[in-house]
């Protein structure tokens, strides 16, 4: 079976937990080469463990993308390990962003 996102760089923000771990997961399912970013690190590193066990290895790091360097950090260190970006999963916000709208 071929998938659309065979092969793919995906870079999804925010993909500790939640809908981002789906994400990340599912398109690691779906033969896709994932970094998972998110501002929580361990979190982080421990979701890119579960992908990798299932999976192969994927990289993670650290990235608040409320922080412009973060977010430049992210993307060129995705790639220097990949040489291109196709997906980009913008799932993390800031939580004074998101509460402003309760």
Known sequence: MTHETQDQVAVITGGAQGIGQAVAEAFA???AKIVVSDINADLA???ADEI???HGSKP???GDV???ADCDTLMQAALDKFSR???LVNN???P???SSYG
């Open 45 to 47: 590193q421990k979701t």
């Open 29 to 31: 399912a779906e033969g």
């Open 66 to 68: 409320s922080s412009v």
């Open 52 to 54: 990798a066990a299932k």
């Open 60 to 62: 993670c790091m650290r």
């Open 92 to 94: 993390a916000g800031s």
């Open 96 to 98: 004074g962003t998101i």
């Open 85 to 87: 970006v196709d997906i």
